[in-house]
């Protein structure tokens, strides 16, 4: 059911950028300017961390490598 909702579509160094971003920009809140404009790093820290980016989802787009079908049958 949730991966009906959160289908696994980022590829895994994406995933990778996108939660040091998140990190970083989280880092703007605490460290440095101290601004609190840092917190729009929860989206890509969300999203890096679930490996589902909703707007991929909305418009059938997936940077997943593609899976090779099984094509061995057991009957």
């Known amino acids: 059911m949730l991966a009906k909702i959160l289908p696994n579509n980022e590829h895994p160094i994406e995933r990778a950028i996108r939660v040091v971003l998140g990190l970083a920009l989280l880092s703007i809140v605490f460290v440095g300017p101290k601004s609190l ?5 929860i989206v890509p820290l969300a999203t890096g961390l679930l490996g589902s980016c909703p707007l991929y989802t909305l418009f ?8 090779a079908k099984d094509t061995t049958s057991t009957t």
């Open 37 to 41: 404009l840092g917190l729009i790093g």
């Open 60 to 67: 059938g787009f997936s940077t997943c490598p593609v899976k």
